[in-house]
């Protein structure tokens, strides 16, 4: 697909059949992502077959380049609340993106990837042994 310049989409929800037969949406699971780059992209109301904007995220999963699409506007006309959220992470940020079920409605949970951080614990001694540690995040 490289050769050809086709990127595969992140799918934080796939349809699946249930046990009696009919259609359902599921979650698949938490994404550990790097968010690369975004951009407004012209998509199509399935609905209704009108162009709406959409915001085209560029993430890279294992390694492996990807892209996810969303909505820019929520039904009432405001920002979407993805799009606000991921609006706030720098690039090269990594997160875990997570769809999940929430009443009637499709949520993406997003939780930003923080480094560890090396602490530094520097001790004291005198004649009688550590008198005091001080510890300093670098």
Same mark, same amino acid.
């Given at each position: 697909?490289?050769?050809?310049?086709?990127?595969?989409?992140?799918?934080?929800?796939?349809?699946?059949?249930?046990?009696?037969?009919?259609?359902?949406?599921?979650?698949?699971?938490?994404?550990?992502?790097?968010?690369?780059?975004?951009?407004?992209? =012209?998509?199509?109301?399935?609905?209704?077959g !009108?162009? !709406?904007?959409?915001?085209?995220?560029?993430?890279?999963?294992?390694?492996? !380049?990807?892209?996810?699409?969303? +909505?820019?506007?929520?039904? !009432?006309?405001?920002?979407?609340?993805?799009?606000?959220?991921?609006?706030?992470?720098?690039?090269?940020?990594?997160?875990?993106l997570?769809?999940?079920?929430?009443?009637?409605?499709?949520?993406?949970?997003?939780?930003?990837?923080? =480094?560890?951080? %090396?602490?530094?614990?520097?001790?004291?001694? +005198?004649?009688?042994?550590?008198?005091?540690?001080?510890? %300093?995040?670098?």
């Open positions: 697909m490289e050769e050809f310049n086709i990127i595969p989409r992140l799918r934080l929800f796939q349809k699946q059949k249930n046990a009696e037969g009919k259609m359902e949406t599921k979650a698949t699971g938490e994404h550990k992502v790097k968010m690369i780059a975004d951009k407004e992209v =012209e998509g199509t109301d399935y609905q209704t !009108k162009p !709406k904007p959409q915001i085209r995220y560029l993430v890279e999963e294992n390694g492996e !380049k990807k892209i996810y699409e969303t +909505d820019k506007f929520n039904k !009432k006309g405001e920002l979407n609340y993805l799009v606000r959220r991921l609006g706030e992470i720098p690039e090269n940020t990594e997160v875990i997570k769809g999940e079920r929430r009443g009637m409605k499709n949520y993406v949970d997003v939780k930003i990837v923080l =480094e560890p951080q %090396s602490i530094e614990v520097e001790e004291e001694y +005198d004649e009688n042994g550590p008198e005091q540690a001080e510890i %300093s995040e670098l």
